[in-house]
């Protein structure tokens, strides 16, 4: 069964620090995508970022950026440069192609406290 | 954003009460879900539909029913709330059921089970 772990219950850093959140994935598919979704202090679920698992190719947008390794099975996120405003909870997410209906399963999650 | 309501926001019930929680959308998705969050263990998924009147049973599904009769409407019951079931809810929509569509959620709905 599909599985996703994010070791990091909480991470503190003070403002412009770098933060890396990882994510480890399990599934028996070959096809399949990875989420992050932001939630802030008022609740909401945003959907950030995703990568298909046939491109393992690096990006980077504005100060997100993200580390997708199919070999070690970890779709790794990083804020760059970290303001208050990122202060939220982040979720990753995992939705495998033969799974009818899109169903994503989620972390448990990360909670980023960005310091003044 | 995406146009989803989810009704009521908060809702105080007591154990063995029967309760319904609302979600409605305005984008004609085919899609919904319905998720509950729990501390260490994020989102998990309850029910989902694929269409009007067609629903399909999740992770954590045991005590609790949908319907949808309507494409902008699904309805999550619990028959006989339990403490158990006191978490936060949020309801989704995808617009294809392809997985590589991101799901949009709603903003919530936080239940106590008293």
């Known amino acids: 069964a599909q599985k996703v772990t994010q070791a990091q219950t909480e991470i503190s850093v003070v403002e412009k620090e770098d933060v890396t959140l990882d994510c480890v994935y399990e599934t028996r598919d070959t096809t399949y995508y990875l989420f992050w979704y932001k939630q802030p202090p008022s609740g909401e679920l945003v959907f950030l970022i995703r990568?298909?698992?046939?491109?393992?190719q690096n990006e980077i947008s504005g100060r997100y950026s993200w580390n997708f390794q199919k070999s070690t099975s970890s779709f790794n996120f990083t804020i760059t440069a970290s303001q208050v405003v990122d202060s939220a909870v982040y979720f990753c997410a995992l939705s495998e192609a033969r799974a009818a209906g899109n169903k994503l399963t989620f972390g448990g999650g990360t909670r980023v406290l960005v310091k003044p | 954003d995406a146009g989803i309501t989810q009704s009521p926001r908060h809702k105080v019930t007591e154990t063995g009460t029967p309760v319904t929680l609302r979600c409605h959308q305005t984008?004609?998705?085919?899609?919904m879900y319905w998720y509950r969050q729990d501390p260490g263990h994020g989102l998990r998924l309850i029910h989902y539909?694929?269409?009007?009147?067609?629903?399909d049973k999740g992770e954590v599904s045991d005590g609790y029913s949908v319907s949808r009769s309507k494409t902008e409407d699904f309805l999550l019951t619990l028959e006989s709330a339990t403490s158990s079931q006191t978490s936060v809810y949020f309801c989704?929509?995808?617009?294809?059921?392809?997985?590589?569509?991101?799901?949009?959620f709603g903003n919530g709905t936080r239940l106590t089970v008293t």
């Open positions: 984008e004609n998705h085919r899609y």
């Open positions: 989704a929509i995808s617009e294809s059921g392809q997985y590589n569509s991101p799901l949009h």
């Open positions: 539909s694929y269409g009007v009147k067609d629903t």
């Open positions: 990568r298909n698992s046939f491109d393992e």
